[in-house]
């Protein structure tokens, strides 16, 4: 794997290697792919549950951990770092495969394999940043053991994949800790932040994207660099050029085309409680999905003895946590699936779809379509002349257009109704 000019991994090698029927079934978003429902039957025959959103499951809860210090380290509820804890102090684990900051000199963000409860708790909080699996793999190829991989879900299918390929990975790799995701951002992520903290990024050397502050609402992000002398800027999502998350900035592309949003094909998922009053609580608050039995029996006796103060819920609960990411992966894809006409057309779960979308609607997958794919070349264009305001203005410029489109009609009112008219007149002949 590696970087390109618009700060996003991709595979290299030989060109006989990536035309390959292994590599076909090894990349998640491959047609040659199997598919998230027929993984999930394998890894989970007896989950008694099904819902078109989630998948298979066995129950669905809501809340935090109480047991210190998971929920204070954590970005959310610490869910995440809770389970994985509890699987290594059971001994069911070696290690557990995840993303860390990185070290001096290196990317921002890698993922490592933590053996014990500091180096998994030195771990945790969101990482909205590229990496890469295929270090950790090879670690755990040359050493003996059992371990977790916590991953969005395109991460953990690929490691389904991985393991369906190579039997020594089918081995050692025993369990899988999903994150609920939107869509994975480009390295120029944190470069947009250090224009816009008016900051050198060559100075940056740690990024924070979640400042937690319990006295604040969960969802009030803010941006946080540490520099190379140590000082530190901040600011608010919400202040950003391009701080809003669903319009898509830096958006991988593959994500247009991804259709699962919880880790279907996890033993447990989790994510943030995106509604009232969790969202309000700077505590931070998960949701979790649960699939395999062991997990199932983790939380239950957490539960029991007061160190998990988890909630029980229903999926449609759980599915109103994540209704944005619902509608760009269900409504959204089936209407992006009827633009693709060239490349390798990929085949999911969602079949393509124009009928029955308003036109609004469509303009809001449009703009989306169009920010994720010129916020690479504006950035790109903008580092390479060393003009920020390239980028700025135009991100200013796409997002009060998004907006309009989105919240409130405000300056685009006549506009709006200039196109109603005429959609009204063809609709009537």
């Known amino acids: 794997m590696e970087w390109d000019d618009y700060g996003q991994l991709k595979p290299t090698g030989p060109a006989t290697h990536r035309r390959s029927e292994a590599f076909a079934r090894l990349c998640p978003f491959s047609p040659e792919a199997t ?6 039957a394998a890894r989970f025959p007896d989950a008694p549950q099904h819902d078109a959103r989630l998948g298979r499951y066995t129950s669905c809860h809501v809340g935090a951990v109480a047991e210190a210090p998971f929920r204070e380290r954590g970005s959310s509820g610490g869910m995440v770092s809770w389970v994985a ?13 995840h993303v860390h900051p990185g070290t001096p000199g290196q990317p921002f963000f890698g993922y490592r394999i933590s053996r014990n409860e500091d180096e998994l708790l030195a771990g945790a909080r969101s990482r909205y940043h590229p990496v890469h699996l295929a270090e950790v793999l090879d670690q755990v190829r040359a050493t003996p053991g059992r371990y977790a991989v916590v991953g969005i879900p395109c991460f953990i299918k690929a490691v389904h994949l991985a393991r369906a390929q190579d039997p020594v990975l089918a081995e050692r790799i025993t369990h899988m800790l999903g ?4 869509h994975m951002k ?4 944190v470069q947009s932040f250090a224009w816009q903290l008016g900051v050198d990024h060559d100075r940056v050397r740690a990024v924070e994207y979640r400042l937690k502050d319990a006295n604040r609402p969960a969802n009030w992000y803010t941006a946080h660099l540490t520099l190379d002398d140590g000082s530190t800027v901040q600011n608010e999502w919400f202040h950003l050029a391009d701080g809003d998350w669903g319009a898509g900035y830096f958006q991988n592309s593959a994500c247009n085309f991804c259709d699962d949003v919880v880790a279907e094909t996890a033993d447990v998922s989790f994510g943030d409680a995106w509604v009232e009053p969790y969202s309000s609580d700077g505590r931070g ?24 103060d988890l909630q029980p819920v229903d999926a449609d609960f759980v599915a109103d946590t994540q209704a944005a990411g619902f509608r760009q992966r269900r409504e959204g894809l089936a209407y992006r699936l009827t633009w693709a006409k060239r490349g390798i057309r990929p085949v999911k779960r969602v079949a393509p779809q124009a009928k029955g979308i308003g036109w609004r609607r469509k ?10 794919r010129d ?7 903008a580092a390479r002349t060393g003009r920020p305001q390239l980028y700025l203005g135009w991100a200013r410029r796409t997002y009060a257009v998004y907006e309009g489109l989105t919240y409130d009609r405000g300056r685009f009112a006549p506009l709006f109704s200039r196109i109603e008219r005429v959609a009204g007149r063809r609709k009537d002949g």
């Not at 994150?179 to 939107?182: A, H, P, Q, S, T």
């Not at 608050?285 to 998990?308: C, F, K, M, S």
């Open 35 to 40: 598919n998230e429902d027929a993984i999930a």
């Open 85 to 97: 804890a509890e699987l290594m102090r059971r001994g069911e684990i070696d290690g557990v495969l």
């Open 179 to 182: 994150l609920f995701c939107g």
């Open 186 to 189: 480009s390295a120029r992520f």
């Open 285 to 308: 608050t998960n949701v979790v999905v649960v699939r395999a039995p062991l997990i199932q029996r983790l939380i239950d006796e957490g539960r029991a003895e007061g160190r998990l």
């Open 363 to 372: 303009l809001v997958y449009r703009t989306r379509a169009a920010i994720s």
């Open 375 to 381: 916020s690479h070349r504006m950035a790109w264009l």
